[in-house]
């Protein structure tokens, strides 16, 4: 569980926008304190163009169900086609550490590692 607090942790501290895809991903994130979040609204390629035109690096927070990867595929290439890094170290740390698949799940699923 402490690796989960020491991710959140760097998430709090880092400078890079985090990619959701609503509005309660994002405030389950704002639960947490993490900021510097960017939420997904239209079009995936206009999504990248202004993402592409203010940042150098991102992390992708999309839900890890399939559609959750399809859409994180779909903005991984955009991004980086762009010349974007994105960091996937959080989102594979869940993927394979928790059995967290959706984002905005993560306060309640936190609440539920504290339990003894």
């Known amino acids: 569980m402490n690796n989960l607090d020491d991710f959140i942790d760097k998430l ?18 704002e639960k947490v304190g993490i900021k510097n979040i ?25 839900d890890l169900d399939k559609e959750g990867r399809k859409l994180f595929s779909r903005l991984n290439s955009g991004l980086q086609e762009r010349g974007i890094t994105v960091d996937n170290r959080f989102r594979e740390f869940l993927f394979k550490e ?10 309640r699923y936190i609440h539920s590692q504290e339990l003894p």
């Open 38 to 62: 960017f939420v997904l609204n239209g079009p995936l390629y206009k999504n990248i163009e202004k993402v592409s035109d203010n940042e150098k690096e991102v992390i992708i927070l999309t």
């Open 12 to 29: 709090k501290q880092s400078n890079k926008l985090i990619i959701v895809e609503g509005k309660k991903d994002k405030n389950a994130l």
């Open 98 to 107: 928790t059995k967290l698949r959706q984002i905005e799940g993560l306060t």
